[in-house]
């Protein structure tokens, strides 16, 4: 009995599972980036997210070490984040909203989410990225990865 309740307990940890109220709030780092299955290598300064009383703010990293930043307003219903660019570097995406379904590790200190964008001319485009909350390099965290370094 005692042997299957550590595996429950194990395997909890490991699983992804949506989100809940409460959930994103605090902050993250990007560990992992993918275009259309592409790994995409992190360069520094690392991208942070930071959630925070339905309100978003993020940094990252574009071409030519061009550095920018989104921030905005969200909203979580039934499992599924609703980001609205409020403010932003790129004028033009002031106004943008994306919406997607982050797939927590068991431990609430890791998730993923796969976003599909469509650029102007119509193709399709899947980002994925791993977010990791700040506190994981100071405590123990699942440290599940999609791609091996």
Known sequence: MKKIFLLLITANLFFAHSAKEGDLEGAWILVEQAWNDEQ???EAP???????????????????????????????????VK??????????DIGNQVSYKPNFMGDKKSFYQEITLT??????FTLFERWENVSCAEEKCARL???SD
């Open 40 to 42: 995409v290598a992190i």
């Open 119 to 124: 650029s102007p001319e119509g193709e399709n």
């Open 145 to 147: 990865r999609k791609f």
């Open 46 to 80: 690392i991208p942070l997210k930071v959630f925070t009383q339905g309100r978003f703010f993020v940094s990252w990293n574009g071409a030519e070490d061009e550095s920018g930043f989104n921030e905005g307003k969200y909203e979580l219903a039934n499992g599924e």
């Open 83 to 92: 980001e609205t660019i409020l403010n932003s570097s790129v004028s033009s």
